[in-house]
């Protein structure tokens, strides 16, 4: 009696599943002097920040080390988190290790380049005016009215009042031109801001002076 031909079965071959290739490779901010010109991905915390003619700098510290991060005003204008940039952020930064007068610097090409993974909270103390001459060297926050504005080529000088007092705030034309809602607001007697920046002394007299366009907010017209 015939009997049924046996039924061929495929059987699957096991196969390994691929191993996510990872985004990038976070390089220790403590091995950077020995990657001199090498393209590296670095996360660290802010803790400082800085203003230079053509950009801005923000100290990054990871626990193993710190390390300038440098955004020339092209890579600044296009990094989408530039709002968040600032001291107590968490960022992921790539780009070419470099050094300019003893300090460590990662220069990104491109504002993409630049990730803020941990937005930071407020870092700034808010004081009032007349009590800003104590904490000299420091960053604190300061609310009033614009009184008057002065200015030269590459700089202006806000007054600014509160119910104690008054103190001229400095900011570079390149970093007042980035400033959110400034033009025409900050050269309206009246207008009211917030602003954050370091207390400093310039030819005998206070100043306090933002580092970054976020530093200075406008609160009204």
Not at 15 to 28: G, I, K, L, R
Not at 104 to 116: A, D, E, M, T, W
Not at 182 to 207: D, H, I, S
Request: with cysteine; proline share 8%; aromatic share 6%.
């Amino acid at each position: 009696t015939p009997t049924d031909a046996p039924t061929a079965t495929a059987t699957a071959t096991p196969t390994e599943t691929p191993t996510p290739t990872p985004e990038f490779v976070q390089t220790p901010i403590s091995a950077l002097p020995g990657l001199m010109d090498e393209e590296v991905t670095v996360i660290g915390n802010v803790v400082a920040t800085g203003s230079l003619s053509q950009g801005f700098k923000f100290t990054l510290d990871d626990g193993t080390g710190q390390v300038t991060l440098l955004m020339w005003h092209n890579a600044y204008d296009d990094c989408y988190a530039a709002p968040q940039l600032n001291i107590g952020a968490e960022v992921r930064a790539t780009g070419k290790v470099g050094e300019y007068q003893g300090e460590l610097q990662v220069v990104p090409r491109f504002g993409s380049q630049v990730k803020v993974q941990r937005a930071g909270g407020v870092f700034a103390p808010q004081v009032a005016i007349n009590a800003a001459r104590d904490y000299m060297g420091q960053v604190v926050q300061v609310t009033g009215e614009i009184g008057n504005v002065s200015g030269t080529s590459s700089a202006v000088t806000l007054s600014v009042f509160d119910e104690t007092g008054a103190a001229p705030v400095f900011i570079w034309r390149t970093t007042l031109e980035r400033i959110p809602k400034a033009n025409p607001a900050l050269g309206t007697v009246g207008t009211r801001v917030r602003v954050v920046g370091v207390v400093q002394e310039y030819r005998g007299n206070l100043q306090i002076a933002p580092a970054l366009p976020y530093d200075v907010e406008v609160l009204s017209p």
